[in-house]
T-cell receptor
């Protein structure tokens, strides 16, 4: 069983909709991440939160808005998405963003389809 | 710049046989961590095994072992006694001290285990 929980598992939304992806971890990890993965490609980093503060934004369009309400939760708010944003969105956590020996633990992902 | 290379887009192995998935890396940092992940068709990224740059011994985790050759900058994953459930995409990844936030992924190898 994964220790990082993502909801929903699947999401279909229109280009004018507003939706949110949710991620929760209870491992006491202080770093949390959002990745985007297109089919047959490796995951691409979007955002990194460290101690509940945004530390990295990989030049992600503003239609994606991350939020970290507390150390266990990470949200990704979606608004006015494009069909090319359809992908698997993966949340991950690690003990600390600065430890090279700390693996990222991923959730099951949300499969997003934008129509 | 760091780079991870997986030269095998696909591999086939018969059940109960061993298989080696190749991974080479490039970094100028003496301190780094190497990771292998398994991604079944369901989408979850499952952490398998970790090797640190200063580790003297090759890492092992159950049926997974890492053939770490530091001078050659390679970190090949060996799966022994393959099972049908091992069929998945496998990603090699790296973190180093200059870019600890970023888990750099290779392009992946799709492993198919046949009876």
């Amino acid at each position: 069983d994964t220790e990082v929980t993502q909801t929903p598992k699947h999401l279909v939304m229109g280009m004018t909709n507003k939706k949110s992806l949710k991620c929760e971890q209870h491992m006491g990890h202080r770093a949390m991440y959002w990745y985007k993965q297109k089919a047959k490609k490796p995951p691409e980093l979007m955002f990194v939160y460290s101690y509940e503060k945004l530390s990295i934004n990989e030049s992600v369009p503003s239609r994606f808005s991350p939020e970290c309400p507390n150390s266990s939760l990470l949200n990704l708010h979606l608004h006015a998405l494009q069909p090319e944003d359809s992908a698997l969105y993966l949340c991950a956590s690690s003990q600390d963003r600065s430890l090279v020996n700390s693996p990222l633990h991923f959730g099951n992902g949300t499969r997003l389809t934008v129509t | 710049a760091q780079k991870i290379t997986q030269t095998q887009p696909g591999m086939f192995v018969q059940e109960k046989e061993a298989v080696t998935l190749d991974c080479t890396y490039d970094t100028s940092d003496p301190s780094y961590g190497l990771f292998w992940y398994k991604q079944p068709s369901s989408g979850e990224m499952i952490f398998l095994i970790y090797q640190g740059s200063y580790d003297q011994q090759n890492a092992t985790e159950g049926r997974y072992s890492l053939n770490f050759q530091k001078a050659r900058k390679s970190a090949n994953l060996v799966i022994s006694a393959s099972q049908l459930g091992d069929s998945a995409m496998y990603f090699c990844a790296m973190r180093d001290i200059y870019n600890t936030d970023k888990l750099i992924f290779g392009t992946g190898t799709r492993l198919q285990v046949f009876p």
